[in-house]
């Protein structure tokens, strides 16, 4: 893929097909995190990128070799073995040297969930491998602005009068249901 391509697949990644609001990946940690800062959000969103990566590396040749051998049952499986040990990976050499980092409570599930997504959607757009780097770190870069604009939206909504059956989850939903439908109509 040329640079143009490759710079349009990120935009598109960030902005108009946004994994996080196109295909609600991550929203159970958004959307359930009250008091969450930009310096917690870029943290999360950096250590997803991070598991990205190392996860697209590993997945994208064990791809090759499932497929040149026939063993269309094993690609399931080999994306949530690799899921598994990039997360094991880093959280072991980047979340028990760096305690105060990052509190990782439900870390785990959102990046279980994003990291799986991402790599069955990169595989069904048929990404080479630069190209799913490049889709990777616009899925970290989206999710950062999807986490701060809740977390701005949420400031705001706590300051208005909101029914007392609509408060707290519902309305953050129903707000991201919201901004969900703006980003789909770019698409």
Avoid at 168 to 173: D, E, N, R, T, W
């Amino acid at each position: 893929m040329s640079i143009s391509e490759m710079f349009t697949v990120l935009i598109a990644c960030v902005f108009v097909n946004n994994y996080t609001l196109e295909h609600f990946m991550g929203f159970e940690h958004i959307a359930s995190d009250t008091s969450k800062s930009l310096k917690y959000n870029g943290r999360v969103s950096l250590l997803l990128t991070v598991v990205l990566l190392i996860a697209t590396s590993i997945t994208f040749p064990l791809d090759k070799w499932v497929l040149s051998n026939s063993l269309e049952w094993a690609r399931t499986l080999s994306y949530v073995l690799v899921i598994a040990f990039s997360v094991f990976i880093v959280e072991k050499l980047i979340m028990t040297r760096t305690t105060d980092w990052l509190k990782y409570d439900s870390i785990n599930v959102i990046l279980n969930s994003v990291v799986l997504g991402t790599l069955l959607l990169n595989k069904s757009y048929n990404y080479d491998w630069l190209t799913s780097y490049v889709a990777v770190i616009g899925t970290g870069v989206g999710y950062f602005g999807v986490a701060q604009v809740v977390c701005g939206l949420r400031k705001r909504i706590d300051m208005k009068a909101v029914p007392e059956s609509f408060r707290g989850v519902p309305i953050y939903l129903a707000t991201l249901a919201i901004i969900s439908f703006t980003v789909y109509a770019f698409a």
